[in-house]
């Protein structure tokens, strides 16, 4: 089995920066991606970016620019850098742990942007 925990989220000012961090433990497979998600009040989870086991990443246009995903394959620990943030990036962010035949998600951390 998989477990996947988030750690870092909080409170911050519009501009500023935080850095999420997602450790996965247990039977991690070598072939793997590991995905941020998001959540916000009253809407559907969607995409912020994967990242592969090989370093390939993906960003929903949303975030281009503004957030960076890195993994570090020996902890395997992603982390999710995200700068100049907007009232409009407040949500509950999820980690998500896939593999071709199974995916695992994190319990989410809470990112609020004040204006």
């Known amino acids: 089995q998989v477990q996947v925990v988030e750690s870092g989220g909080g409170l911050v000012q519009a501009g500023g920066s935080l850095r999420l961090s997602c450790a996965a433990s247990?039977?991690?497979?070598?072939?793997?991606?590991m995905g941020w998600y998001r959540q916000a009040p009253g809407k559907q989870r969607e995409l912020v970016g994967t990242?592969?086991?090989?370093?390939?990443?993906n960003y929903a246009d949303s975030v281009k620019g503004r957030f960076t995903i890195s993994r570090d394959n020996a902890k395997n620990t992603v982390y999710l850098q995200m700068n100049s943030l907007k009232p409009e990036d407040t949500a509950v962010y999820y980690c998500?742990?896939?593999?071709?035949?199974?995916?695992?998600w994190g319990q989410g951390t809470q990112v609020t942007v004040s204006s």
């Open positions: 990242i592969t086991s090989g370093g390939s990443t």
């Open positions: 247990g039977s991690i497979s070598r072939i793997n991606a």
């Open positions: 998500k742990y896939s593999t071709v035949v199974s995916a695992v």
